[in-house]
């Protein structure tokens, strides 16, 4: 599956800390950090979400070695992000995580670590937006989708 | 979807939010009835002293539920008997807290004086509320004397005297109030709102200690408050408010300073991305910035979800900008991107 972990960045400050700097600024205690061995978990209490009438929590899983497919990306470019649980969605991967955005796609068009938390969090509330007003629309069949989308699937690069 | 109701202008908004938080008139009564009844208890017990007024209702931003009033008294002291070297503060605060119970006890048969483990003040639990919505109304009282050698009083400190210039504040307040023609007390009791609905990082003297070196001219409520943020920002981001009577130490914060410059820039950033909405035609969004800033939906309800909804959409469909396709080279799959990127626009939601 996933690709092998060169050095456990989640348990290096060099990299968490410039990596969290913006987003612990900008929420405060709302962001807590959970290390372990092989996992690297930040919890926001909640994201403001236009049109939702609470905040919505959001969980963002990094795996030293990620058992789930990164498609060639680095493991820190490709953590899971995780919000409303079980609820209807287009762009979800089968575990329920959010697909933020599309792996094969030009650096400029997807997040990578060195944006940092608060951009990959950025996005995880626009996302959250569009699944809202998705299902506000009419849901599967029906729903208006506000962002940009990528062609569901995996384009392999042909040599 | 739904039809919208309309929205009202922010400075409409805030000034309906602000009537909303104001003391009332008969708690501003009762207030002031049980300070005149401690006030003339003290002059009793303490012949030629003089009593100042301080605090929210001397100032006039007092918020509701009223919950206390804060009151002085200038002990004479001609043999110049109290003071730091000489007496401490303790058997004046006794005789007033003894002449507070002998005179008011009547009228107030529940009334509790606490001297024992007070820094300053005299607290005075009158054990009767002002407001249906607090429990009780309690009452600060200092015990002060003259400082002979120079500006201000000598307050209590323990068992020890500080210095301070608690008359020259209400002065200045007062005078604030007048040349802003109560816009000063309005963007007061405005962000005293803000600061109790956010842990309260800086107390109410704090805030307008602030507010007296920026808040000088008549103001609206949103610029006023945007002005006494930026303000706050640049002074507590480098130092402790300096008193304004140049004669106490600098007023303390609350919390540390980098979570207190924290929590100023978001509620900034927060009241100015709220302008920016309603400059660009987006009222509802607008409101709902401000409820956030506010964060009590007692005083300032966020509007109804699916307004947000419907105007964040048209927000985003009227800004989304029009992209070429995608470039036929392969993404940059792995490899170094400097620091500090631009923050990410344009992905793409995706899925298996």
């Known amino acids: 599956m996933g690709t092998v972990a060169r050095w456990w960045y989640g348990a290096d400050p060099v990299w968490a800390l410039p990596f969290e700097r913006d987003a612990k600024r900008k929420y405060g205690t709302l962001i807590r950090r959970d290390l372990f061995e092989r996992t690297l978990v930040y919890r926001h209490a909640g994201l403001e979400i236009p049109g939702r009438s609470e905040p919505v929590p959001v969980a963002v899983r990094f795996e030293k070695t990620p058992s789930y497919e990164t498609f060639g990306l680095r493991p820190e470019d490709y953590p899971r992000v995780f919000a409303d649980h079980g609820l209807p969605s287009p762009h979800r991967m089968p575990d329920g995580s959010l697909c933020l955005y599309y792996p094969l796609d030009p650096v400029e068009r997807r997040w990578i670590a060195a944006d940092g938390l608060l951009a990959l969090l950025n996005i995880a509330a626009d996302h959250i937006f569009y699944e809202t007003y998705w299902r506000r629309t009419g849901g599967k069949g029906r729903g208006r989708w506000l962002g940009d989308e990528a062609p569901h699937g995996i384009r392999r690069r042909v040599a | ?352």
Not at chain 2, 22 to 38: G, I, N, T, Y
Not at chain 2, 128 to 138: I, Q
Not at chain 2, 150 to 164: C, N, S, V
């Open chain 2, 1 to 352: 979807m739904h039809k919208m109701p309309e929205y009202p202008p922010l400075e409409r908004v805030v000034n309906a939010a602000r009537h909303r938080i104001e003391v009332s008139d008969s708690e501003l009564a009762e207030a002031r009835r049980r300070r005149a009844a401690l006030s003339d208890a003290l002059r009793l017990e303490f012949v030629g002293s003089r009593t100042f007024v301080n605090g929210s209702v001397a100032h006039g931003d007092a918020l509701t539920p009223l919950t206390d009033v804060d009151l002085g008294v200038v002990v004479p002291d001609p043999s110049h008997e109290y003071g730091p070297g000489r007496k401490g503060p303790r058997e004046l605060k006794d005789r007033a807290a003894a002449a507070i119970r002998r005179d008011l006890k009547a009228e107030y048969g529940d009334l509790a004086v606490e001297v024992e483990g007070r820094k300053r003040s005299i607290l005075v639990r009158f054990r009767e509320p002002v407001s249906a919505r607090f429990p009780d109304f309690t009452a600060d009282v200092i015990v002060a004397i003259d400082n002979p050698g120079a500006a201000g009083l000598y307050i209590p400190r323990w068992e020890t005297w500080d210095r301070a210039h608690p008359e020259r504040h209400t002065e200045l307040v007062v005078a604030a109030n007048k040349a802003t023609k109560a816009g000063f007390a309005r963007v007061v009791r405005l962000m005293k709102h803000w600061s109790r609905r956010h842990d309260k990082p800086l107390c109410s003297w704090n805030i307008k200690a602030l507010a007296l070196s920026c808040i000088q001219e008549p103001t609206e409520l949103i610029p006023g408050m945007i002005k006494w943020l930026e303000f706050s920002i640049e002074r507590v981001s480098v130092e402790d408010t300096p008193d304004p009577a140049r004669v106490s130490a600098p007023v303390k914060l609350n919390a540390p300073r980098s979570e207190v410059v924290r929590k100023l820039r978001q509620g900034l950033e927060t009241l100015d991305q709220a302008v920016r909405l309603e400059n660009a035609g987006y009222p509802v969004l607008a409101v709902r910035e401000l409820a956030k800033f506010f964060h009590d939906p007692m005083m300032l309800a966020a509007p109804d979800p699916d307004d947000v909804l419907e105007e964040e959409a048209r927000r985003r469909l009227a800004q989304r900008p029009v992209r070429g396709p995608i470039s036929a080279a392969p993404a940059v799959l792995t490899g170094a991107v400097g620091p500090a990127r631009r923050h990410t626009e344009g992905v793409r939601s995706w899925g298996l």
